[in-house]
């Protein structure tokens, strides 16, 4: 079977699941760690950004940079 790659974009929204990018420093610090995005997406000095809570409620960063999460459950 041929392999195929590329990537999905989307539209970002609270209650999703996603983990830092493990080629991070961050993502290697948390490994394996999953978070629920807990904001809605927002412009912060020409970051985007979201809120990171972890799986148990309790807040991990009120304010994480988009560009370094990788979303592994899009159902909300």
Same mark, same amino acid.
Request: charged residues 30%.
């Given at each position: ?15 999703? @699941? ?12 948390? @490994? ?45």
């Amino acid at each position: 079977m041929e392999r195929i790659e590329g990537s999905v974009q989307v539209k970002v929204m609270p209650g999703m @699941k996603a983990r830092i990018n493990p080629e991070e420093i961050e993502g290697k610090k948390n @490994k394996g760690k999953e978070f629920v995005i807990a904001s809605e997406p927002r412009n912060l000095c020409g970051t985007i950004i979201v809120a990171l809570d972890n799986l148990d409620g309790s807040r991990f960063s009120p304010a994480y940079d988009l560009s370094m999460l990788e979303i592994t459950d899009a159902s909300v």
